[in-house]
């Protein structure tokens, strides 16, 4: 059994992809916000929060199933083609993956958007599950945040 796999998950959204992206460019202050069941809060320990090499500490809340803290790093931001990609560097993640690499892109498709969210992991021994309930609250969140998002228009 393989210790390193890949995980992906498209959505589709009735929000535009340029709200969507904005909000997830955003996430520090609107999560918590926006997804108060899911998100406690969400700290800049380095940088801006939003460029790479930003560094911060996420505070989950009932919502997130086994991960209540982690430290996430950003690793790339396109603004071009809306893709954000994050390291997991710290939190509770580390106990069951040695690493953990996650992307995001928003597609525009029309009035509304396609969010694609994939990531690339080493679990810490072969006994660990895939990923899967993390990919299931990815999902969840792009859901919620659309509904947050029509919410507000």
């Given at each position: 059994?393989?210790c390193?796999?890949?995980?992906?998950?498209?959505?589709?959204?009735?929000s535009?992809?340029?709200?969507?992206w904005?909000?997830?460019?955003?996430?520090?202050?609107?999560?918590?916000?926006?997804?108060?069941?899911?998100?406690?809060?969400?700290?800049?320990?380095?940088?801006?929060?939003?460029?790479?090499?930003?560094v911060?500490?996420?505070?989950?809340?009932?919502?997130?199933?086994?991960?209540?803290v982690?430290?996430?790093?950003?690793?790339?931001?396109?603004?071009?083609?809306?893709?954000?990609?994050?390291?997991?560097?710290?939190?509770?993640l580390?106990?069951?993956y040695?690493?953990?690499?996650?992307?995001?892109?928003v597609?525009?498709?029309?009035?509304?958007?396609?969010?694609k969210?994939?990531c690339e992991?080493?679990?810490?021994?072969?006994?660990?599950?895939?990923?899967?309930?993390?990919?299931?609250?990815?999902?969840?969140?792009?859901?919620?945040?659309?509904?947050?998002?029509?919410?507000?228009?």
């Open positions: 059994m393989a390193k796999g890949q995980l992906e998950a498209e959505v589709e959204l009735k535009p992809a340029e709200k969507v904005c909000t997830i460019r955003d996430s520090t202050t609107i999560f918590p916000i926006a997804l108060p069941n899911d998100y406690k809060s969400i700290q800049v320990l380095e940088g801006d929060g939003k460029s790479p090499g930003s911060r500490l996420f505070t989950y809340a009932e919502g997130s199933p086994i991960v209540k982690s430290t996430e790093r950003t690793d790339s931001v396109d603004e071009v083609t809306k893709t954000f990609v994050y390291s997991v560097i710290g939190g509770d580390m106990k069951y040695k690493s953990f690499i996650g992307k995001i892109v597609v525009p498709k029309g009035e509304s958007s396609l969010v969210w994939s992991y080493e679990k810490a021994s072969q006994d660990i599950p895939d990923p899967s309930i993390i990919k299931e609250f990815a999902v969840q969140n792009f859901v919620e945040i659309d509904h947050y998002l029509q919410s507000k228009a």
